[in-house]
Structures are given as structure tokens and as C-alpha cells.
């Protein structure tokens, strides 16, 4: 059996919920509460692995994108068609400006979306032309691997009662290089080739950041300025400490590295560093990221606070050792 017949079958390693939705300007910490409801009720639903959630980062993401996984394909139809998941949605509508998106990709080892930025391309065709754009996709897949920072590509056809859309997901490693292939006159020509058998094209960014460090409650419930404010509480003592204890007596005087090269070893082991610290200290954290609703704005004041007040003493040790 082949992969693609393994996948249809349900019987996949797994299959990824991804939705895009856009919040009205000011409901974002409501629609973040909303996150949190899901969460929990997402939680109990049959085949639930896990979830994820990436916050708007304007302009070049501004759509909500959570990441929904399950063990196989009728389990997340479960979920989509599930009483409480409507009931939710009923709820929250008006904090949302247009219509979602929601797309069911099945997994393979390199997950849905785990490049620094990707961008999920939904087509709907005009009745009978499947062919012709099958051919065509296999012209611009083989395109726009040629492209510079291009990572990976997903293709899915559509699922009969759930999604009527063909769904691509490109893959690159960085906002410049996937900007140069969506304004590539290319793939524009390829574009204008299409629209003989396609109806709509439509392409939203996504771009991962801070958020992957945090659960995924926090990611969605807690405002972006506090997991900024928690990861700088940990790379300046990282990136100090790393500085003076391997970077200057080992990288630059010992190995005689030039110091655009050992700062660049320094940031490449500050990452791997917060990659570890960031979810432990973000947990010691969790009563001021996601505060009680009853005391939300004593407890941000108390954390914010208690933040500041750490980032004073690092100075002031620092201060001492430098």
C-alpha cells in the first residue's frame, strides 16, 4: 500500500487541523479566552494529540493560525462536526471578521508547518478540470523548489464532505525568501496559465516565532508582550554568561575566531539554550501569563513588577562581572 493510499484510508500516522481566522482590531485577549475554552474542550475529544496556536504577527501575519492534531482523519472530522466545537464557534462569531479557513493536512515526519514561515495556498476548481490543474501543479512544484530558502512543500487534494478545496502548503526559511517567490514574475506566468480551470486562489502567511517555547494555552491566552518579556528575562543572562565564560576566552582568544564568527555561535547556542529554558521558566510563570480572571489586572501589575524587577538585579550582578 503506498502513502498516499495509507493516508486515505485513516490510517495515516496522524492528520493536522489548520485554521486561519481573523479577529476584529480589540478582541484579540477575547478571542484569546475563547482559545483557552477550546483548549479545554479539544482536550477530551477522542484522538486529540495536541495544539497548537500562533498569534497574529502584523503585517506580514495577520490571521490567528491554530494547528489542531489528531490520530486520524475521522477523529478531526469528530471534532469539526462535534456539538461543542459548533456551540463554541456560535459564541465567538462576533469577534471574527470574514470566514475562516480550515484545512485538514495529513502528517508526515515533517509535520504541518514547521518551517520559520510558511504560507497555505487554497485552490477551488471549476467543475472537471481536476486534470489540467494536476498537471499544472506539478509544473509550479517543481518550480518553486528551485527557489532560493525554499524547505518543503504539501500538497492535498480535497476531502469529500469536509474540505472541497486542493490545499498546498509551501515552506521557507525566511519572510524575504518566500516574498521572492510569491512576487516572482514565474510564478505569476504560471498563475495566469491556471486561470483557465481555477475559480479562486487564495494565500495566507504564516510565521512561527516566540510562541513555540510556550504551551500551548499560554501561546493563545497570553498577550505577546509577556512572552517578549519573559524570553528577554532569560537571553540577556544567556547571552551575557555565554560571553564571557566560552565566547571571549575560548571562541575569539583560544580558537581565534573573528567576532562576527563567534557572535554567530554565540546566538546559535543561545537559541538551543532558550529552548530549554523558556518552557521551564514559563511554567514558574503560569499564574502571571494566565492570570484569574477575577484578579487579571492585580496579578499582570504584581508579574509585570516582579519581571522588572529580575531584569534589575541581572543588571546589577552583570554590572559587577563585566
Known amino acids: 500500500m503506498s502513502q498516499r493510499q495509507a493516508d486515505a484510508s485513516g490510517t495515516s500516522p496522524g492528520v493536522t487541523i489548520v485554521t486561519q481566522t481573523r479577529v476584529r482590531e480589540g478582541d484579540s485577549d477575547a478571542f484569546g ?4 475554552a477550546i483548549s479545554a474542550a479539544i482536550s477530551r475529544q477522542p484522538g486529540f494529540i495536541e495544539q497548537s496556536v500562533l498569534q497574529p504577527s502584523p503585517p506580514v501575519q ?5 494547528l489542531q492534531r489528531f490520530r486520524t ?5 469528530a471534532w469539526l462536526h462535534s456539538e461543542i466545537r459548533q456551540t463554541l464557534l456560535a459564541g465567538v462569531q462576533s469577534l471574527l471578521t470574514g470566514l475562516d479557513d480550515v ?4 502528517d508526515m515526519d515533517a509535520g504541518a508547518l514547521p518551517a520559520p514561515v510558511s504560507v497555505v495556498i487554497t485552490t477551488h476548481l471549476k467543475p472537471g478540470r481536476e486534470a489540467e490543474f494536476r498537471l499544472w501543479e506539478q509544473r509550479i512544484a517543481s518550480a518553486q523548489a528551485k527557489a532560493p530558502g525554499f524547505k518543503g512543500y504539501r500538497f492535498e487534494p480535497p476531502i469529500p464532505g469536509v474540505q472541497e478545496d486542493y490545499v498546498a502548503i509551501l515552506r521557507f526559511d525566511n519572510e524575504m525568501s518566500l516574498q521572492g517567490w510569491m512576487d516572482s514574475p514565474q510564478r505569476h506566468r504560471l498563475l495566469q496559465e491556471s486561470e483557465g480551470f481555477t475559480e479562486r486562489v487564495e494565500a495566507r502567511i504564516v510565521r512561527t516565532g516566540f510562541a513555540q517555547w510556550f504551551t500551548p494555552q499560554e501561546a493563545a491566552t497570553a498577550p505577546a508582550w509577556k512572552q517578549n518579556m519573559i524570553v528577554l528575562l532569560l537571553l540577556y543572562p544567556v547571552v551575557f554568561l555565554f560571553g564571557i565564560w566560552v565566547e571571549a576566552p575560548l571562541l575569539t582568544r583560544l580558537a581565534g575566531l573573528p567576532f562576527w564568527l ?5 546566538n546559535v547556542a543561545s537559541v538551543l539554550l532558550l529552548n530549554v529554558l ?9 499564574w502571571w501569563l494566565i492570570p484569574a ?7 499582570s501589575l504584581a508579574g509585570t513588577f516582579l ?3 529580575l531584569y534589575s538585579v541581572l543588571l546589577f550582578v552583570f554590572s559587577r562581572l563585566a
Open 33 to 36: 479566552q475563547f482559545q483557552a
Open 73 to 77: 482523519v475521522p477523529d478531526a472530522v
Open 293 to 299: 480572571p477575577d484578579r487579571a489586572r492585580r496579578t
Open 62 to 66: 495577520v490571521d490567528w493560525v491554530i
Open 307 to 309: 519581571i522588572i524587577l
Open 103 to 106: 484545512h485538514l493536512v495529513r
Open 278 to 286: 523558556v518552557p521551564l521558566v514559563s511554567g514558574w510563570f503560569g
Open 262 to 266: 563567534s557572535l554567530f555561535v554565540g
